[in-house]
């Protein structure tokens, strides 16, 4: 179903519910991992619910380690909390090399791997992915939409966002989307696909949408990420009221040293 507020403070309760009748449910804790995480699409802190999506990864992986499912959601907040990309990158090849065709396990290592320094390899698991499960779940739908977005192939990169509705796209879902028709000169559309973007972050820049968990292992992909804003004509530096929040503001030719514009 659709992804809301309201369905993600649900599936929330749910999992608490599941975990207190049993402290000892792995998939629980990697499941509310997630939830934490989309609650941030709704307005939730993001580091707050960061913290504690790496939190109930990190329990469900001392619980199973041996779980392909519950090792690739350790390795996604490995590296979307900590930064940790090499951590994580050998999180994904472990659960891999337990279940090659899990689709979730596929969905994780497409989605994530790019910013491990291999968009590359991504792909060839977010094609994998696409085969054997054609008709997957909401959540799932979306995942290859980062290895084909930082491999270059923004043609399939856009028809993947289009498989989700607009209003259920995550906003870095949106971004890549615009982004990718942007890339192809697609501009009308690019265009509208920005607003929905700007919908869900009013007032973004740059800077400031890059302390959202983007890390990356190599500088093409940064650098496609910042050129993404470029194409859009959005706005590179934090403003003076963001700057207060970014401890490091990532250093741009458009804006001043250390700062913002």
Request: proline share 6%; aromatic share 12%.
């Amino acid at each position: 179903g659709k992804r809301t507020k309201e369905s993600v403070a649900e599936g929330i309760d749910a999992l608490d519910r599941a975990i207190a009748l049993d402290p000892k449910l792995a998939l629980a804790y990697s499941k509310r991992a997630f939830a934490h995480m989309f609650s941030t699409d709704f307005g939730a802190d993001w580091n707050t619910s960061m913290a504690a999506a790496l939190a109930d990864a990190k329990k469900a992986f001392d619980l199973d380690p041996q779980n392909a499912v519950v090792i690739a959601t350790y390795g996604n907040f490995l590296f979307q909390t900590a930064g940790q990309l090499a951590d994580a990158d050998a999180m994904f090849r472990k659960a891999l090399a337990i279940h090659k065709d899990d689709s979730f396990v596929l969905c994780i290592a497409a989605a994530s791997m790019p910013y491990t320094g291999h968009p590359e390899e991504a792909v060839i698991y977010a094609d994998r992915q696409r085969a054997i499960d054609p008709h997957a779940a909401p959540a799932l739908i979306s995942c290859p939409m980062d290895a084909y977005f930082f491999a270059r192939r923004f043609e399939t990169a856009a028809e993947v966002a289009a498989l989700v509705l607009p209003e259920s796209r995550a906003p870095y879902q949106r971004f890549m989307h615009a982004a990718s028709l942007a890339f192809l000169g697609r501009d009308a559309e690019a265009d509208a696909a920005a607003q929905l973007f700007l919908d869900a972050r009013p007032g973004v820049t740059a800077q400031s949408y890059f302390i959202e968990g983007w890390y990356f292992a190599r500088e093409q992909e940064r650098k496609l990420f910042f050129d993404g804003f470029r194409a859009l004509k959005l706005p590179m530096c934090a403003t003076a009221e963001q700057l207060k929040l970014i401890a490091k503001p990532e250093p741009l030719p458009e804006c001043p040293a250390g700062a913002g514009g």
